[in-house]
């Protein structure tokens, strides 16, 4: 089908990206076609999209000519930046400035932009009720995301600005799920109080953000929030226990506490869980189940991914 419209997929190899490659290949319209971008095409990753029948074309966020390259010819392009590869709001506001670059360059019709909100815009940095972090921000790894909604619009390129949600499968790969303490109890440790967190598997993103490349002009210019499931640490806790055959017990610290644990990152996520406790009903308001299951009608619900996935959750 030579004149299949194509989507160059930044971070293919990873999660939100292999599930957007993973949906466009399992559709059995092959409405699409995937060009997945990897910084080697030769990794066991890159092979396996080979193998499944993805085009593979080498390409690197940190390199323009590159990604202009990789979205050559292409409809559109699914962009995402690794905060936690660099730890840097500033190489992510480079990196989201050089897609959007690229995507004006290959004349794309559609860009879907995997972003989160500035937090900033709801807690300014001299409002004391979080520290700002290195300067100039609240939660690094949400607000360089939001702030680069601008190059996207400036560029002129056509963008639907996708909010995601809270990986479950951080518990399986972040060190975020419940874990046995000294007292021999399983916790599962955040500062969300009783207020929600919406979560989703890692791989619906791809799934919805398939769902809106399906959909076309319709989002184009739009904001749209994904999530599979809104559930208070009460909740996830109690739907682990049922899952695992354990008793796991919600362990709500406050955000100051949990921003003190020390590992990478504490800071930042500890802000992060504070936002979304204290501004839950703008955050759980920008992300609807109903409509994510409108994009993707496989959408899976907490104990649906407990299901596949409990045996993978390591408790020590
Ligand atoms: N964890 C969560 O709950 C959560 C929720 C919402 C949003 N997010 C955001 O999701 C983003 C990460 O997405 P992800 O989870 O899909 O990533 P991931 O699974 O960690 O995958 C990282 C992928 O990025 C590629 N990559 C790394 N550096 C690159 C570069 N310089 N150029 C091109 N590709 C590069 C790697 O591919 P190769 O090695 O093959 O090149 C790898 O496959 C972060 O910014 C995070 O803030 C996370």
């Not at 323009?64 to 992510?92: I, M, R």
């Not at 109080?193 to 919805?208: F, N, Q, R, V």
């Not at 739009?222 to 008793?247: C, F, H, N, R, Y």
Request: net charge neutral; aromatic share 12%; proline share 5%.
């Amino acid at each position: 089908m030579p004149d299949r419209k194509t989507i160059a997929v930044v971070g293919a190899t990873g999660a939100q990206g292999g599930g957007l490659v993973r949906a466009i290949l399992g559709d059995p319209d092959k409405e699409f076609g995937v060009r997945a971008i990897t910084r080697d095409a030769n990794s066991d990753k890159a092979n396996q999209l080979k193998k499944l029948g993805a085009e593979v074309v080498e390409g690197d966020v940190d390199n323009l000519e590159s990604l202009k390259n990789a979205f050559k010819g292409c409809y559109g392009a699914y962009c995402v930046t690794f905060y936690w590869e660099h730890f840097s709001p500033e190489k992510e506001l480079a990196h989201a400035k050089a897609m959007a670059e690229a995507a004006k360059d290959a004349n794309l019709q559609h860009v879907i932009w995997s972003t989160l909100e500035d937090t900033r815009k709801w807690v300014p940095l001299d409002d004391d009720r979080m520290p700002t972090l290195m300067e100039k921000y609240k939660v690094p790894h949400f607000d360089a995301k939001g702030e680069a909604n601008k190059l996207f619009e400036q560029s002129g390129i056509p963008t639907t600005y996708l909010h995601t949600s809270f990986y479950w499968d951080n518990f399986i790969y972040f060190g975020m799920g419940p874990k046995k303490g000294d007292d021999g109890k399983i916790a599962l440790t955040f500062p969300m109080g009783d207020k929600k967190l919406p979560g989703m598997a890692a791989e619906d993103i791809g799934k919805c953000a398939y769902g809106l490349f399906k959909k076309g002009p319709e989002f184009i210019g739009k904001s749209v929030g994904i999530t599979g499931e809104k559930l208070t640490g009460k909740q996830m806790a109690a739907e682990l226990s049922k899952a695992l055959g354990k008793d796991v017990v919600y362990n709500n610290v406050p955000p100051e506490v949990y921003r003190s644990f020390g590992f990478p990152g504490a800071d930042d996520l500890g802000n992060m869980f504070q936002f979304k406790r204290d501004f839950e009903s703008d955050f759980c308001g920008a992300r609807s189940v109903e409509f994510s299951r409108s994009l993707n009608p496989g959408l899976q619900s907490f104990s649906d991914w407990l299901a596949k996935n409990k045996g993978k959750i390591p408790l020590e």
